[in-house]
């Protein structure tokens, strides 16, 4: 009898650090979280903050592999709540898709298919952020395009100019040889 209550308490032990040992800290899954489950076909407004959330805590990898599923997902089979995924992850990563497309969709979706004023808020926010971030990249990559051509008019000038100081060098040797040439033929005629 004592026998069978050792092997009980054993296994009821053995259980309780088993399940013990499943999570041994939860605030590492908090700091360090996986990539992020599929989205709900219609999502409301606190599940796309926690998903935000989610989003901000993962490393740049996982938030790449996030969006590329999200992408594919809603290239595959569009749906409201994978672009309303996208729309939140496009402000943390750059592969979440192309900034006019998502508006363009975002703008497409009826206000009466939305779960509630909420959502539409937050849709025009997050819209107005995309909007800017656009701008931005738009106005950046002009200014690469100046600063290129700027660039590449200071090389050929340089190039113009080192020329030019070749050339001088090489008019400046000319004359010395010259008036070395003129000393030389001076000497000789002197004697």
């Not at 489950?37 to 959330?53: I, K, M, Q, R, Y």
């Not at 992408?71 to 750059?94: E, N, Y």
Request: contains cysteine; aromatic residues 4%.
């Amino acid at each position: 009898m004592q026998s069978l209550f050792m092997r009980c308490l054993a296994l009821a032990g053995f259980w309780v650090l088993l399940s013990g040992c499943a999570e041994v800290d939860p605030g590492v899954r908090e700091k360090f979280p996986t990539v992020y489950s599929a989205p709900a076909s219609h999502s409301d407004a606190d599940e796309l903050l926690d998903f935000g959330v989610n989003m901000v805590n993962m490393t740049a990898s996982s938030r790449t592999e996030t969006c590329r599923s999200l992408v594919k997902r809603q290239k595959d089979a569009p749906d409201t709540g994978v672009l309303l995924h996208l729309m939140i992850g496009r402000l943390l990563s750059d592969a979440c898709g192309d900034i006019p497309k998502i508006l363009d969709e975002l703008a497409a979706i009826s206000p009466g298919s939305l779960s509630d004023d909420r959502m539409r808020k937050l849709i025009d926010i997050h819209s107005e952020a995309l909007k800017r971030i656009g701008s931005t990249t738009k106005k950046l990559g002009a200014l690469e395009r100046k600063q290129k051509t700027v660039q590449n008019v200071l090389e050929t000038k340089d190039a113009a100019g080192s020329k030019k100081e070749e050339s001088r060098l090489l008019r400046e040797k000319l004359e010395a040889i010259r008036s070395m040439e003129k000393q030389l033929d001076e000497t000789s005629d002197g004697k």
